[in-house]
Structure formats: C-alpha cells, structure tokens
C-alpha cells in the first residue's frame, strides 16, 4: 500500500491500515526508540503511544514530508514528553537535549535521511568484530553481558570494540554529526565523548 493510501485509509479510521501501519513500522519505531532510552519497556511504551496518538488523532494527520520521518518524530516528541516527566531519573544532561532539540529543528527530512544513510554506511565500514558488537549493542539492545555471553567475550573486550566503534564513527564523520549521533545512540554515546 502506498503512502498517500494509507494516510487517506487511516483518516477515514480504516482498521486494517491501522494494522498496516503497525506492522510496517512497529520494528524500525521500537529500534529508534530504543536508542533513545536505552531501556525496552520505556521504548515499548513510547512507540505504543506514538501509535495510540496517530489513531487518535488520525482526521487532523498532517504530514508534510514522509509518513516514515512524522512517525520518527513523534517516537522522538514521545520520547522528550517522557523525559521532562522522568527528568530526575533518566540521564539525560540539558547541554545535549538542547543540542537534540537544535538538531531535529535545523533538519528537514532530506537531510535527514542523508544523515541516517550516512552514518549506516559508516557503520558497515566497521571492522568486522566491531560491528557485530555494535549492532548487537545498539540495534538489537544487548547489555554488555548479553553480548560477551552471546559472542563468548569478555564484557572489556564487548566495552572496548564499542568505544572503538564510537571513536571511529565520530572521526569519519566529524563534528557535524556529533548530536545526530547521540541523538541515535543515546546515553551511551554520550558516556564515549565525556
């Protein structure tokens, strides 16, 4: 089904593109979001209520760009709501949400897709190890444990192919992608560049 379609199904409150949309985006959504907080329950909740809102609101949807690039700001919208609620839990220092804020501001969905596409192919010229314990870091959402345990490593070795990660991404891509990058990568990136 094609974009325009399903936003015109989902402003007349057809069901099964609801369910359309869920399963099409559920997967990237939930990864997004788990970058963003680190943690699968929070992650869960904040895409669920992505989706709970957009039905909800799905009459007045106005999409300017991409359906794709509206869901990930409002996973991105979510997740500062859930931020400002949970403040003085979650380690989220003000320097760099107003970098977040300043980021997602200044770029459209163009860039950011260049940007997203940028940094995926950064991330495919990791060396091999690197970026298998990357990706299971950040894309799947392992612990560090999980990870030593899974790829039958050390948790130093699991932390040291991670920094080495983020240290070859940051001077490949330079600072221009510093607060995309944390945006993306969440705390843990942040923890690689203080």
């Not at 509206?70 to 979650?90: D, G, H, P, W």
């Not at 501001?105 to 163009?110: F, I, P, S, V």
């Amino acid at each position: 089904m094609d974009e325009i379609t399903l936003i015109s199904s989902l402003k007349r409150g057809d069901e099964n593109s609801f369910i359309y949309l869920v399963d099409s985006y559920s997967q990237r959504l939930f990864g997004y979001a788990l970058t963003l907080t680190n943690h699968h329950e929070m992650a869960q909740d904040i895409v669920q209520n992505v989706f709970l809102k957009t039905w909800e609101k799905r009459k007045k949807l106005r999409i300017e760009s991409s359906l794709q690039n509206y869901l990930f700001k409002s996973v991105y919208n979510e997740f500062i709501n859930q931020y400002k609620k949970k403040r003085s839990t979650m380690i989220l220092e003000q320097k760099y949400f107003k970098a977040l804020e300043k980021t997602v501001a200044l770029h459209d969905e163009t860039s950011w897709e260049k940007i997203m596409t940028k940094i995926m192919e950064e991330i495919q010229k990791l060396p091999p190890r690197c970026q298998e314990v990357f990706l299971l870091s950040r894309k799947e959402g392992l612990t560090n444990l999980e990870i030593s345990e899974y790829l039958d490593i050390s948790i130093k070795t699991v932390e040291a192919q991670i920094t080495k990660a983020f240290s070859i991404l940051r001077e490949n891509l330079g600072n221009n992608y510093k607060a995309m990058l944390f945006l993306l990568f969440g705390t843990r990136y942040k923890r690689q560049i203080q």
